[in-house]
């Protein structure tokens, strides 16, 4: 009795544990729970051409950080020669300084320089989110006769206006007032758009609002030789709205990212002048599991986050196929225990479930037939030469390894994909499963490895379609936790006393027995 | 193919108190059988061992071939003997079991009248040794014992083999009873999924209740035409006694045991088994569950006070 209420409670705590994990980082991480729906991801690169004069060349290029409605899949920086410093901490205190540097000792003329970054789009759409930078406004504005210009015209917008939002309009619309003297004065000092959204944001904050410039970057389906557009970002109750020069009303902030934050240049070079970026931006869609994967292995790890997508890809391909083996497992005990199916050893239809996870369903199972029919052919050959036992079947497994290596080899000389996918995994794992069933042969007779080689390879079939359900495979991957309820519903079953199905099969004749005997 | 196949519901089965494999596993085997004392009844010789010291009849050992180097002196073990039986310690399924029932000269007779010299008995000693019969291929021991001259009441009820019969017994008391034929179809051996034919007998009688052969009904032995109907198993007290024994012996509480009739020494242990199967139920037309329960629901003084005939008599009531 004692021990029942303990597996009860055990259960109890397993499945809370586990759907309670999953939960919390479903709701607390974002990570969904089915992988159905598809993240958009825009690779974008930019392109800095400068010409170097012969001197040592040190490029500093701002780059974008974490942002509250785009996230970093992966960035890198490419041109030969060069040497490389990726830029530091994706979300840290220096986040709207982030740059990378490409160093060399000696160049020369026309340069290329590529930086490229994967990036994400989050649930969010909400723009920087975020600390603000310094706010920074131009000094010049702080001389007359900018500083008389800058004032009258500061004044008349605030006359004009009741909040910040209206200002920021009062002053755009002024500012788009070319035959204005004061107009004419400021914008004397401005010659690119950069400069006169400096302009703009100083206004802005001189008018007692708080602004800050960024370098936003449109992301439209997919387009080439894109600038990046100087903005203004008005904060106010903790809203930010956007503006452009020469446009009074806030912008949509959908599919902007902002490359750059506050008001350090975007590059600075040393020895190189008549540097020009370009940005290109391609779009995809990915399905969300595979973004969330990559995203978090760049993010540094949060407390919460058991997931295994900070380990490098190499090693969460292992864990992924690991993570599937509970499932299998369950499996197993659901056709053993309550369907009654009998299969050579307990966890051989799981190795045969990975095995064809290699090989893929259909060569899997035709593989399976020949070798494991071949291999007995051999084993009831050596058994009349009257060997030993584990002579015979060790030689079994030489014959197994020697046929699969034989279809390797066939396999690429003509070309055939199924056989070629013969690699060492799976030859281990057929091999081994000969030696069972020749061993089973020994003991049961050949009735008896009929029934389990068909039981062993209808359980090995449906292990396979779970452990390699993608969906599945998501879930264990992103929650792992829950292979603990795997586990709980795996100590459940073995409390399952009732009859397998199989058994309503066996017991059938009796039951006919008793009837007659009734009447 | 589905559809033709018979099926029954559950509730039928738990009506007819048919005890499932998960049930047998669960509730009886793990809870009453420790896993300690396995070696107690996995292990043949051990069980020998064990029953000598109980007084329990077994197959008198007449030797132990442990290491191969002791083949040399098979000889000198066999002199004097002119019918003996060798077997795997650990074996299953009577693989590796040899009876010779004569000598003639140098020659040692199988039952078919084959030949075989010392030095074949050697070589089938050394491959015991090696595990060529024992599961998984492991080391073994080799048993020389003696061969069972079995009692000709069984005479035109089995094709070529020998019948044994199994008793189940739980926590000392015989539940349920079953006798194995061996058939064409079994090979001789007397294993019911080889297609031996499994007779119920009743616990007070030792007569057939009922018969089956692949799970099925029948009247008649398949190869010999006798009415199975008509068997009876001789010195049935005697036997159900010893196999009531084998509960102090093993301390196991869910317990197979196989019994033999010898012609001169009567009813003998050949095998314990742990794990005893539930075909028995569908020999003997009925279901194990009742019968396990009414012993469950003894008190614990009644089971600890009760002497091996009292659990024989209590079974003879009850169970029929
Ligand atoms: N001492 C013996 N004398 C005669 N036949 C025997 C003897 N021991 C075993 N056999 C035969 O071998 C069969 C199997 O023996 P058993 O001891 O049950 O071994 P296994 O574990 O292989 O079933 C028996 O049913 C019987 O036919
Ligand atoms: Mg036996």
């Not at chain 1, 020749?438 to 079939?461: F, N």
């Not at chain 2, 075989?116 to 599961?135: A, K, P, V």
């Not at chain 2, 080391?139 to 003696?146: L, Q, S, V």
Request: aromatic letters at 8%.
């Amino acid at each position: 009795m004692n021990a029942k209420v303990q597996l009860r409670i055990l259960i109890v705590i397993l499945m809370a544990v586990g759907l309670g994990t999953a939960l919390i980082k479903h709701y607390q991480i974002g990570y969904p729970l089915i992988p159905k729906q598809q993240i958009p991801i825009w690779t974008i690169e930019a392109k800095v051409n400068f010409f170097a004069t012969g001197d040592p060349v040190k490029v500093k290029f701002a780059v974008p950080g974490e942002q509250n409605n785009f996230g970093i899949l992966e960035e890198a920086g490419s041109s030969h020669d060069y040497g490389f410093i990726p830029a530091g901490d994706l979300s840290g205190s220096d986040g709207f300084y982030r740059y990378v540097t490409w160093s060399i000792s000696e160049a020369t003329g026309l340069q290329e320089l590529y930086y490229r970054v994967d990036i994400y789009q989050k649930k969010n759409f909400e723009l920087l989110d975020l600390e603000s930078p310094p706010l920074n406004p131009s000094k010049k504005y702080e001389e007359d006769p900018l500083a008389i210009a800058a004032e009258e015209l500061v004044k008349s917008a605030q006359y004009h206006s009741a909040d910040a939002v209206t200002y920021v309009g009062q002053v755009i619309q002024l500012l788009n007032n070319e035959a204005d003297q004061n107009v004419q004065t400021l914008l004397s000092a401005t010659r690119t758009d950069l400069d006169r959204t400096r302009l703009l944001n100083t206004l802005i904050i001189k008018g007692g609002y708080e602004s800050h410039l960024i370098r936003a970057l449109l992301l439209a389906e997919t387009s080439t030789k894109q600038a990046l557009q100087p903005m203004v970002v008005l904060i106010e109750d903790g809203q930010r709205y956007l503006f452009n020069w020469g446009t009074p009303q806030p912008q949509q902030q959908m599919n902007l990212l902002a490359w750059q934050r506050g008001g350090p240049s975007l590059i600075e070079i040393e020895g190189g002048r008549n540097a020009t970026v370009e940005f290109s931006v391609i779009k995809q869609a990915l399905p969300a599991s595979f973004v969330l994967e990559q995203a978090s292995r760049q993010r540094e790890k949060k407390l919460m986050d058991f997931s295994l997508t900070s380990l490098s890809v190499e090693q969460q391909d292992s864990y992924r196929l690991l993570l599937t083996i509970p499932f299998g497992a369950l499996i197993v005990v659901i056709l053993r225990n309550i369907i009654g199916i009998r299969t050579t050893g307990t966890f051989m239809p799981i190795l045969l479930a990975m095995a064809f996870l290699r090989t893929n369903l259909g060569p899997g199972i035709l593989l399976f037939i020949i070798v494991v029919s071949a291999g007995l052919t051999v084993r009831a050959y050596l058994t009349k030469l009257d060997l030993l036992l584990v002579p015979r079947i060790s030689a079994v497994v030489v014959v197994v390894i020697g046929i699969m290596v034989s279809f390797g080899i066939f396999g690429s000389k003509f070309d055939l994909d199924i056989l070629r996918s013969v690699t060492l995994f799976p030859t281990i794992i057929l091999a081994w499963t000969v030696e069972r069933l020749s061993v089973l042969w020994e003991e049961d007779g050949p009735k008896e490895v009929g029934i389990q080689t068909l039981g062993s390879l209808t359980v090995a079939i449906l292990a396979y379609l779970a452990m390699g359900n993608p969906i599945l495979r998501y879930q264990v991957f992103i929650f792992p936790e829950l292979i603990l309820v795997a586990l709980a519903i795996i100590l459940a079953l073995g409390q399952y006393s009732g009859y397998r199905l199989s058994e309503l099969l066996r017991f059938a004749p009796l039951v006919k027995t008793n009837q007659e005997d009734g009447k | 193919m589905i559809g033709k196949l018979q099926w029954c519901r559950p509730g039928e089965l738990h009506r007819l108190g048919i005890i499932g494999m998960n049930r047998r596993n669960g509730e009886y085997i793990a809870r009453y059988n420790p896993r300690a004392l396995y070696p107690r009844v996995d292990d043949k010789l051990a069980t020998k061992v064990l029953a000598n010291e109980f007084h329990l009849k077994v197959p008198e050992l007449y030797g132990v071939v442990q290491y191969q180097h002791e083949i040399k002196q098979l000889g000198k073990t066999l002199e004097g003997r002119t019918s003996f039986v060798i077997k795997p310690s650990q074996g299953s399924a009577g693989k590796g079991i040899l009876v010779i029932l004569d000598r003639e000269g140098d020659y040692f007779l199988k039952p078919s009248g084959e030949k075989l010299t010392l030095h074949d008995l050697q070589r089938h000693i050394s491959n015991t040794l090696s595990g060529l019969y024992s599961l998984g291929g492991r080391n073994d021991k080799a048993m020389i014992e003696y061969a069972i001259e079995f009692s000709d009441a069984f005479e035109g009820f089995s094709y070529q083999g020998v019948p044994d019969i199994r008793v189940v017994i739980f926590q000392g008391y015989p539940v349920m009873a079953m006798m194995r034929l061996s058939t064409q179809a079994s090979d001789g051996k007397a294993n019911l999924h080889q297609g031996a034919v499994g007779v119920g007998i009743d616990l007070v009688t030792g007569k057939a209740r009922s018969a089956v052969q692949h799970g099925r009904p029948i009247e008649q032995h398949p190869d010999t035409g006798r009415r199975l109907q008509e068997l009876v198993v001789p010195q049935w007290d005697e036997l159900i006694l010893l196999a009531s024994k084998c509960y102090e012996m093993t301390e196991m509480g869910y317990l197979g045991a196989d019994i033999v009739l010898d012609e001169k020494l009567g009813p003998l242990i050949l095998e314990l088994n742990a794990r005893p199967g539930l075909a028995i139920q569908v020999a003997n037309n009925a279901g194990l569950l009742p019968r396990l329960k009414a012993v469950k629901q003894l008190s614990r003084s009644e089971r600890i006070l009760s002497q091996p005939l009292d659990r024989v008599r209590f079974a003879q009531k009850h169970f029929i």
